[in-house]
Each structure stands twice: as C-alpha cells, then as structure tokens.
C-alpha cells in the first residue's frame, strides 16, 4: 500500500464499533505532502466514521495514527486543528445572526488589549482571506442571508484559514455550482504549492478524476485499495467502489409533441428570474441546467407555490394555477423534492415510517384517527419499491445514509400519487449507486405517465436524466437543448 517513504498522514487498522455493531473493520489512509487524496466509497462505507476518529471527534477501538510520522490520538477537534488537521464537515454549522467575518474567525477572534474584540481587523482579516481564496462573498453579509452554496464557500474558507497541514474536505462542493467548484479547484492548488494535503471526499467521481492524484476505497467499513488516480479510470473505480460492475440504464425516449401538463408564461421574480416561458408534457424529464445564482432553485419555487412572481403565470393540467399556495399545487398533483434534504425535505428525529406518510396522513386516517394498517402497507409498499435499506422502519430516519434518506423523501412525495415531479438537486451526496436507482425511479414515473422537472449544478447528471435541457443564466432562459444536442461543453458554454 506504501506509495512514498514521505508521508504526511497515516493510518493503519483503524476500527470502530457503536453498540457491538462494527461501522469502522480496518481504516487505512497514507498521504503524501502537497497532495490531494480521494477518499472514496459508497453511503455506509465508513468514511465518515474514519474522518471523525482522524479528527479527534470519536475516539478510535483499536488501530494507529501518524502524522508526521509521530503517533497521534486527538481528544478533540481543537486538538487535531491544534497539530495542523482541519476538516469541512458535509453538515454545515453557520451561526446565521452572525456576519460572515464572525463566523470565519468564531473563537478565535482578534483582541485589543487582550480583550475587546477588534472588529475593523477581523473585517479586513476576512475580507483578504475571501479575496485571496477568490470566493464572492462579503464579510459584512449576515450568513442567514446567504444561499446555501456561499453558505458552503464560507465553511470552506473557515477551514482554509487555518493553514493546516491537512485539510479534510467532505463533499465540499455538494451545494456550489460548477463555477464555484473550478473557483474552490484553483484554491486546492494553492493549498498544494504550499505543502499541504487535501483529504477530499466526494461522490461527484468527475471531481475526483480532476482534482486528486491518489485515491483510497473503503467498502463495507474496509480499507479495499490505493494508489494514483491516474493509473485507473472511472469504469474501475465505480467497479471497485460497489464491489461490482454498475449497469447503467440508457434514458427511455421521452414523450415529444404532447400537450403540456405545465406551462409556464413570462414568469418572472424581482432580482431572481425574469420572463421565464417553458413547458413540460407527460412522459418526459426536462431538466434546467445553469450556474450559481442563475435563479434555477428560486424559479422552482415560485412554480410550486413557495415564492410570490412578480409577473407570468403557471399553468398546470389545462387550468391556471394560483401563486404562492403550495397547498393547492400539491392538490393538484405536485410534489417537490428540496435542494436540502436535511433541512427541508425531512424530520430527522422521526422515523422512516412517520417520514413516508407524513404527506398522506389525511388519506390514512377516519375521522381524524389515524389506521395503523394502512399506513403500513402504505409505508411497506413505498420501502419496498424505492428499495429503502433499513432494520425497520421504526428507525429514526437520521441514521440512514445520504441515499436512503433521499429515497425516504421520494417515498413520501410518490406517496401523494402526484403527476408532476419537482427535483431541485435530486441526488446530492449520495453514492454513484443509489444515483443510478434515483434515474431509474424517475425514467419510471415518466413511463407511467407523470412529468418530472429537475434542476441539478452537474452536467453529466442533467445529460444522463433528462429528454430536454433547458440552459438559465442570469435569470433568463438562455437556450433549450434536445438529447441529441447537449454535451456538457455546450451547456457549459450556454451557461457561462
């Protein structure tokens, strides 16, 4: 496994065990200096578990760690920071009242006199950080006003202020868009002149190919294989990754020429997304496509009833269909699938079964009193089809990896029978997999007669799910593409 005498960061035998059940058998991890190391496996793997021991965030069972080639165990993450190890967790933690400058300099803000805290510093502190990282964002804005993609770009520069020596990054561009993403590559490159390491882990595998030199799979809480990432390709690595080779399907030919089952006519939003006309029939995937800020997310909204328009009108099954009252939008047959499943799209605490039927609890009760048993064929039917791995599904839902949480918010939307399908990034973090099982669920829906719009920041997935492509920028529509016209070069070009 030895790929360099050099090594920044080691890690041999590392396990771990919850309650007598194993999440971690034998992590193992060697990074060399100035490099950028994938660290790759599918939901469930036990990166996280890893990362976390690495960290000082659980305390490890048995196994060692090195750094530097001196024997480590932190008792904390400010004991792991303290010896040069930041990491940028996938769950974002901003203090939202605070300014973007107070969160990147949280607890270890500048002082006079050893006491006051010196705001005017810590401002231009922050302000030079941003600019040199080339992150568009102002130190002054408070981060409850920011979008979830600066959100991210903020925990990021956080990290990066530390100049560690290792920097873990866990899916860092899951909520950024593609500009971003090369404007985060380009600062990776200057953390590697410098001498230090990137950890990065990310289910875009795109990414990794253009970012990463070496690479490590953990499947099933194991250490499977390393080495450098351009001795392989994505075809061995995706192989190595489930543990066999991915079928894909090919997209089923979509339904052209039919009458719409949604239109929308000059909708427009102030400072969003400005006359935006589209169409969507049944039988077919149109997705949007375009970069951050390009009103993709905001536009879906105002179409499902969660933001005012300003002008336009929506259309959907041949009647108008009034602004602002998702309510009545769901009435009809929409459903929405949110950009953030954590925050919006579940109640973490409860469990898989409340989740599938909180949206049906009307249809599964009688006068008020719910039916226990049909709320569990409902929810039977639904774990079964959206093939939901679980003990039971009386667990509470935070449990489950990244993909069976997005199939759970799945069930409950397809629970509602709805005809439109509304997807705002329908697979973020989650493992190549359980994409493939995501496409497949919506190709279904379409042959069975529903309509599916979706929005999503990489190209591949737009190219692979879609029938039509429709390009945003700056608010405006900037083009549409059939199948046959797309190739991520022109989206991107139509996007830029």
Known sequence: MNMDATLLLEAEGVTKAFHGVPALRDGRLQVRPGTVHALCGGNGAGKSTFLNIVMGLLRRDSGTIK?????????????????????????????PEMTVAENLYLGREPKRAGVLVNFPRMRADAAALLERLRF??????????????KIQLVEIAKALSHDADVVIMDEPTSAIGEHETHVLFDAIKRVKAQGSSIIYVSHRLTEIFEIADDYTVFRDGRWVESGR??????????????????TTRAPAAGKSGGEPMLRTQGLSQEGSFENVSLDVAAGEIVGIYGLLGSGRTEFLEAVYGLRTPTAGKVEFCNADLPPARPRESIRRGMALITEDRKQTGLVLGASIRHNISLSTLKTLSFFGVMDPRREDELVQRMSKKLMIKAASTNISVESLS???????????CLSTKPKLLICDEPTRGIDEGAKQEIYALLRQFVQDGGAALVVSSEAPEVLEVSDRIVIFKNGRVNGELSREQASQQVMLDMAA
């Open 229 to 246: 990432v351009a001795d392989i390709d994505r075809k061995h690595l995706v192989a190595t990754i489930l543990g066999h080779e991915l």
């Open 67 to 95: 750094l530097k080639g001196r024997e480590v165990e932190f008792l904390a993450a400010s004991d792991a920071l303290h010896h040069g190890i930041a990491i940028i967790t996938q769950e974002l933690s901003p203090v």
């Open 402 to 412: 990244g993909g069976n949480q997005q199939k759970v918010v799945f069930a409950r």
């Open 136 to 149: 568009d964002v102002s130190p002054d804005a408070r981060m409850a006003d920011l979008s979830l993609a």
